[in-house]
């Protein structure tokens, strides 16, 4: 038996800092606000001309790598989380692995929009516990949607953010109680024409039509029920730690999609947990997409740091609806 074990993280952001006063000065005054009171987004972080998804990708991975003390060589693997990649083909994975000189990985694209990142680390984990040809495996979520924003939009405008988090995996012989352990995915794919983006592919091509309607921008089509993200946040806790013999006040952190900081607080308090175990990073990157939850991780591993023993829950929504848990022992 083998154990999928966390070695590393790393984290990036663009230099462009965007404030909330950028938005007040755009739309009117209380808009930042709002921002703070709702989301508690306090600023943002915007690339600039000429970056891509892939750039930020690829300094993340080179600080996880240097975290974990191996080289770009040894991957065996490369798994890019991104619903904003450099282009439609081919995937982002295949630049990083160039620009990193990973010459031995296979590479990947995962798009399940937000929840993705927490689908890599299930695909990862089971790569290497199933196959002992891996032995190294980087994860990415990587986010760029200034890119694809109405910015006259106060609705979307004001959210989105661009960044990027790794993390390092490797195998470790033997079964023990530590490493990543279980998750499940859940899609309520009803949702799937609600929020996206809509232009571009093989349903609408671009075309001038597309282009002048805004086709190739996020739209949010239809507002979403509010209690979907912590309804379904407590099933699916709920029902991992009773798979695993556990409470959900037995976790220690909790990594949320970053995005409603209500969302994350009744969820907590539904569960009887307190709400400092859910580590939040929105107030300073606003939100990243599939780039914020290995963002928030590598904060919380820069920051407070983790414990042996500790256990920490990957809990992710995006568009699609896509819904994804993983636990890891650490």
């Given at each position: 038996m083998r154990t999928a074990?966390?070695?590393?993280?790393?984290?990036?952001?663009?230099?462009?800092?965007?404030?909330?006063?950028?938005f007040d000065e755009r739309f009117g005054p209380g808009v930042g606000d709002w921002l703070v009171?709702?989301?508690?987004?306090?600023?943002?972080?915007w690339a600039e001309d000429g970056e891509a998804t892939s750039d930020l990708c690829v300094a993340a991975a080179r600080q996880a790598l240097q975290r974990a003390g191996i080289t770009p060589e040894q991957l065996d693997l490369i798994i890019v989380s991104t619903d904003t990649p450099d282009y439609l083909s081919p995937s982002t994975a295949a630049i990083v692995q160039r620009e990193l000189g990973a010459s031995r990985a296979g590479t990947f694209d995962v798009n399940a929009a937000c929840s993705g990142f927490v689908i890599g680390l299930d695909i990862a984990s089971k790569y290497l516990i199933a196959d002992p040809r891996y032995r190294y495996v980087l994860v990415l979520g990587g986010y760029m949607m200034s890119r694809h924003l109405n910015h006259d939009d106060k609705k979307t405008a004001t959210?989105?953010?661009?960044?990027?988090?790794?993390?390092?995996?490797?195998?470790?012989?033997?079964?023990?109680?530590?490493?990543?352990?279980g998750g499940q995915l859940r899609t309520e794919g009803q949702y799937a024409d609600w929020m996206g983006i809509y232009g571009g592919g093989t349903r609408r091509p671009v075309d001038e039509q597309v282009l002048a309607d805004n086709g190739h921008k996020l739209v949010f089509a239809k507002r979403f029920p509010k209690e979907i993200n912590p309804a379904t946040w407590q099933v699916m806790i709920r029902e991992q730690c009773e798979e695993m013999g556990i409470s959900p006040a037995d976790v220690d952190h909790y990594i949320f999609t970053q995005l409603?900081?209500?969302?994350?607080?009744?969820?907590?308090?539904?569960?009887?947990?307190p709400r400092e175990r859910g580590h939040t990073v929105m107030h300073k990157y606003g939100y990243t997409g599939s780039a914020c939850i290995p963002m928030a991780f590598d904060d919380l591993v820069s920051g407070e740091g983790l414990e042996p023993g500790q256990l920490v829950c990957f809990i992710a929504s995006g568009g699609g609806l896509s819904f994804a848990i993983k636990m890891l022992r650490v």
């Open positions: 074990q966390l070695m590393a993280t790393g984290a990036h952001h663009p230099s462009r800092l965007i404030p909330n006063a950028y009171q709702n989301l508690s987004i306090e600023q943002r972080y959210l989105f953010a661009d960044g990027a988090g790794a993390v390092v995996l490797q195998a470790v012989e033997g079964e023990g109680p530590t490493g990543l352990l409603n900081i209500n969302s994350i607080w009744e969820t907590l308090d539904a569960l009887d947990v």
